[in-house]
């Protein structure tokens, strides 16, 4: 299979929220949406839930990098109830951003990140793990859904 080159998730957020508040500066005066103590939880929750994640790939020593060639199988701790528990955490964290500044274009951003993030990333890296572990991942995949 071909390895597709993708934009790193993170990457693909920051650029998303640079867009959004170049519109924000481009429409001033649009009305804002603030809950700051929201915004303050869902973004510790999101950064937690990566975090997390990420520490289970260390701890089956296998690569994190969307790109890369995975090497386990990681079932375990927050990938349990999300196949995806990093991209979940950096959408929880964008969506808690747009809660806290409140600036309308950022309310975007989450919805914009999903959409990228589950058909461009996602797919890619659900064929190379079909591949790589077979009916271990079929079974994986039929037990626990690609968000939640």
């Known amino acids: 299979m071909e390895k597709m080159r993708l934009l790193p998730p993170p990457i693909v957020a920051l ?3 640079g867009l959004a508040f170049l519109v924000d500066r481009w429409l001033p005066g649009l009305p804002r949406l603030r809950l700051p103590t929201a915004g303050l939880i869902l973004m510790a929750a999101g950064f937690s839930l990566g975090i997390l994640a990420l520490h289970k790939f260390r701890l089956y020593r296998t690569t994190f990098v969307p790109h890369g060639e995975p090497t386990a199988l990681v079932t375990a701790g ?3 109830w999300t196949r995806n528990p990093m991209y979940l955490g950096l959408f929880t964290l964008l969506l808690g951003l747009a809660l806290y500044f409140g600036h309308l274009p950022l309310f975007l951003i989450p919805a914009a990140f999903f959409f990228i993030i589950d058909r461009a990333h996602i797919p890619h890296e659900e064929a190379i793990l079909a591949k790589l572990f077979g009916d271990k991942y079929s079974d994986y995949r039929s ?3 690609r968000w939640l």
Do not use: A, T
Request: aromatic share 12%.
């Open 78 to 80: 927050p990938y349990s």
């Open 15 to 17: 650029l998303l929220l």
């Open 143 to 145: 037990r626990v859904g």
